[in-house]
T-cell receptor, first 114, second 113 residues
Framework: ETGVTQTPRHLVMGMTNKKSLKCEQHLGHNAMYWYKQSAKKPLELMFVYNFKEQTENNSVPSRFSPECPNSSHLFLHLHTLQPEDSALYLC?????????????FGDGTRLSIL | QKEVEQNSGPLSVPEGAIASLNCTYSDRGSQSFFWYRQYSGKSPELIMFIYSNGDKEDGRFTAQLNKASQYVSLLIRDSQPSDSATYLCAVKGYGGSQGNLIFGKGTKLSVKP
């Protein structure tokens, strides 16, 4: 039990589908993150939210749309994805954005685009 | 472009030996340094973090930081087969975009029984 729960664990979708990834943290943290992990590449930060407000969009294509209704929940809405978007999508949380605050990760959603 | 470099490995050590994992970073303003362990198909798990120059020990793990050389390492004593995983180095600076974690590609460690 990591304290950060992601659903679904696996998702297969066509390029024209619309789906959403969900993340919930039970750690009482105020900051939440979306990362993309592809083979042979380092984890790529996508979005950062602090107290429900987006503080970072790391030049992510608009086919990825995040939503943070409260400090415990984070969504990633997916629309018209490309095959190169197939990857492991990881959610993380931290107490706040301070430099001394470690991030705790969920188990990820393995996304495959057909 | 801020970068974190790690040898991708695989690093192979016999059971009971010391495994030494190294990481260099490009941004001199980096303030915090984290080591994560990631088993295949699993999420990254925080092992240790270090902020000050020198050594920090936690059980079989020791993190070493040298800010002048922009170098951070992780030593694993008495390595066990269960330590076989990919080890990710991550670096963080001050607030705003500098506060974001920058990850290396990871070093794959294999501990042979």
């Amino acid at each position: 039990e990591t304290g950060v729960t992601q659903t679904p664990r696996h998702l297969v979708m066509g390029m024209t589908n619309k789906k959403s990834l969900k993340c919930e943290q039970h750690l009482g943290h105020n900051a939440m993150y979306w990362y993309k992990q592809s083979a042979k590449k380092p984890l790529e930060l996508m979005f950062v939210y602090n107290f429900k407000e987006q503080t970072e969009n790391n030049s992510v294509p608009s086919r990825f749309s995040p939503e943070c209704p409260n400090s415990s929940h984070l969504f990633l809405h997916l629309h018209t994805l490309q095959p190169e978007d197939s990857a492991l999508y990881l959610c993380a949380s931290s107490q706040d954005l301070g430099t001394d605050q470690p991030q705790h990760f969920g188990d990820g959603t393995r996304l495959s685009i057909l | 472009q801020k970068e974190v470099e790690q040898n991708s490995g695989p690093l192979s050590v016999p059971e009971g030996a010391i495994a030494s994992l190294n990481c260099t970073y490009s941004d001199r303003g980096s303030q915090s340094f984290f080591w994560y362990r990631q088993y295949s198909g699993k999420s990254p798990e925080l092992i240790m973090f270090i902020y000050s120059n020198g050594d920090k020990e936690d059980g079989r793990f020791t993190a070493q930081l040298n800010k002048a050389s922009q170098y951070v390492s992780l030593l694993i004593r008495d390595s066990q087969p269960s330590d076989s995983a990919t080890y990710l180095c991550a670096v963080k600076g001050y607030g705003g975009s500098q506060g974001n974690l920058i990850f290396g590609k990871g070093t794959k460690l294999s501990v042979k029984p």
